[in-house]
């Protein structure tokens, strides 16, 4: 593996362990606040849910390095992301800021998938 390979592998993993962090942290939030909307406390458990199984998936990944860890992570980022749309439309988008919110989310999880995909193929 080249040195920029390494360097590329080991900056994914970093954020997307940051990123996993930051779903965890959100979702908890909401759930531990004092009075969350019932919908909302759905999505809460899916985001932290989606949180932890890419930690998860990342360090069995790590250990592994089998192939099935890319699509599993690949199959719960396309659930994720198909959950944060249909609560984006379900609450109504009112402007351009909810696409744009998508379209992160959307990078986020492909540089999970990427990170995973580096560490699978690592020498």
């Known amino acids: 593996m080249k040195k920029h ?3 590329l592998m080991y900056g994914l993993s970093g954020i997307s362990i940051i990123s996993s962090f930051l779903f965890v942290m959100y979702g908890m939030n909401i ?3 004092d009075s969350p909307a019932q919908g909302l406390m ?3 458990y899916v985001t932290t849910a ?3 199984a890419n930690v998860t998936i990342l360090s069995l990944a790590w250990s592994s390095r089998e ?3 890319s699509t ?3 199959f719960i980022a396309l659930c994720y992301l198909g959950v944060f749309v249909m609560d984006m439309l379900n609450k109504g988008m009112k402007s ?3 696409t744009v919110g998508i379209l992160v989310v959307a990078v986020i999880l492909l540089a999970n998938w ?3 995909t580096k560490v699978i193929e690592r020498d």
């Open 5 to 7: 390979d390494t360097i």
């Open 31 to 33: 759930i531990l606040s």
């Open 42 to 44: 759905v999505f809460a």
């Open 50 to 52: 989606y949180g932890l």
């Open 67 to 69: 192939k099935w860890a």
């Open 72 to 74: 599993a992570n690949k």
């Open 96 to 98: 351009h800021l909810g």
């Open 114 to 116: 990427f990170a995973i």
